[in-house]
């Protein structure tokens, strides 16, 4: 079974503090893998996307990273406006083009 | 800047009453939209793939009597939410994908039905 799962659940960081989230995922074919974020009665806001294990982008604050299994979302020096809950999806071969499967999301909270 | 437009971005409803939602692709067309369902603290779901021109897409599980969408244009996709029920309440949301390969979602739509 196609499964995307993101640890942890909740991240609490203070101003400043590096850290990274995990998008692990277990699919039969992957296409591309997308990073959002997401604000409370928002729509996700689109960050990344990668497609092939090695690849890197990067975005201010935020570096995304993919290998065959997983992908990472490392936070630089956050600040309290990079709270957000952020969601990681993946886009499967075969599949509509909709068939995105998300994991839970990582909440993040930065305080000041 | 935000590329796909969706309204309302909230509603109140009563019981039994249908509920039209809009979903709009602002700099560029969409033949193809998407449509998802989010619960509180869960992941999105995807439930119907709209297609301009013709019948949508539904996922498993999707009364697609329910649900009726309609994509008229290369621009908008509505979903009509019919004879809505307290079940129904939920947070909506469309997407589309653009050539870059990035997939954009609206803003969302929170139903309440009372």
């Known amino acids: 079974e196609d499964q995307v799962t993101q640890s942890p659940e909740a991240l609490r960081l203070q101003e400043g503090e590096s850290s990274s989230l995990n998008c692990s995922y277990t699919v039969s074919g992957l296409r591309g893998l997308f990073w959002y974020r997401q604000d409370p009665g928002k729509g996700p806001e689109f960050l990344f996307t990668?497609?092939?294990a090695g690849e890197e982008k990067e975005k201010e604050r935020l570096k995304a990273t993919l290998t065959k299994k997983e992908s990472f979302l490392h936070i630089t020096a956050p600040k309290p406006e990079d709270s957000a809950t952020y969601l990681c999806?993946?886009?499967?071969?075969?599949?509509?083009?909709?068939?995105?499967?998300f994991g839970k999301g990582t909440k993040l909270s930065v305080k000041p | 800047g935000a590329v796909v437009s969706q309204h309302p971005s909230w509603v109140i409803c009563k019981s039994g009453t249908s509920v039209k939602i809009e979903c709009r692709s602002l700099?560029?067309?969409?033949?193809?939209m998407f449509w998802y369902r989010q619960f509180p603290k869960q992941s999105l779901m995807l439930m119907a793939t709209s297609n301009e021109g013709s019948k949508a897409t539904y996922e498993q599980g999707v009364e697609k009597d329910k649900f009726l969408i309609n994509h008229a244009s290369l621009t908008l996709s509505t979903l009509t939410v019919t004879s809505a029920h307290p079940e129904d309440s939920s947070f909506y949301i469309c997407?589309?994908?653009?050539?870059?390969?990035?997939?954009?979602f609206g803003n969302g739509t929170r139903l309440t039905v009372t």
């Open positions: 997407s589309a994908h653009l050539e870059t390969g990035a997939v954009h």
């Open positions: 700099d560029f067309q969409a033949t193809t």
């Open positions: 999806a993946v886009l499967l071969y075969g599949g509509s083009q909709g068939n995105l499967i």
């Open positions: 990668l497609y092939s």
